[in-house]
Nanobody, 126 residues
Framework: QVQLVESGGGLVQPGGSLRLSCAAS????????MAWYRQVPGKEREFVAR???????FYADSVKGRFAISRDDAKNTAYLQMDSLKPEDTARYYC????????????????????WGQGTLVTVTS
């Protein structure tokens, strides 16, 4: 059974940090690109970051310089380090996995991405 399980969300003050984790099972992790998206109720899902099997990384402009995506293939886990958090970062964060490296799919057609987690809630407020 393919499964992605996110953890690490919570309540944090502006300027603070959180580290999200995404534990994968049922897939050959090292063959899959991993990505993070976020969604606020009433708004469309937004791409946040992606890391390829070769550890190339891509970020949304809104998080560049503040967030860092990484992966540990030995632990079948991807991470999202979030620093200098802002209230507008408040959202449910979802982990996603797929073998495709097609940027168009990841950015423009996320519904085509193969596997999704249930999400973890991040709230940035004073």
């Amino acid at each position: 059974q393919v499964q992605l399980v996110e953890s690490g969300g919570g309540l944090v003050q502006p300027g603070g940090s959180l580290r999200l984790s995404c534990a994968a099972s049922g897939i050959i992790f090292r063959f899959n690109d991993m990505a993070w998206y976020r969604q606020v109720p009433g708004k469309e899902r937004e791409f946040v970051a992606r890391i390829t099997t070769g550890r190339n990384t891509f970020y949304a402009d809104s998080v560049k310089g503040r967030f860092a995506i990484s992966r540990d293939d030995a632990k079948n886990t991807a991470y999202l380090q979030m620093d200098s958090l802002k209230p507008e970062d408040t959202a449910r964060y979802y982990c996603a996995s797929d073998r495709t490296s097609d940027r168009v799919i990841w950015i423009n057609h996320p519904n085509s991405v193969n596997t999704w987690g249930q999400g973890t809630l991040v709230t940035v407020t004073s």
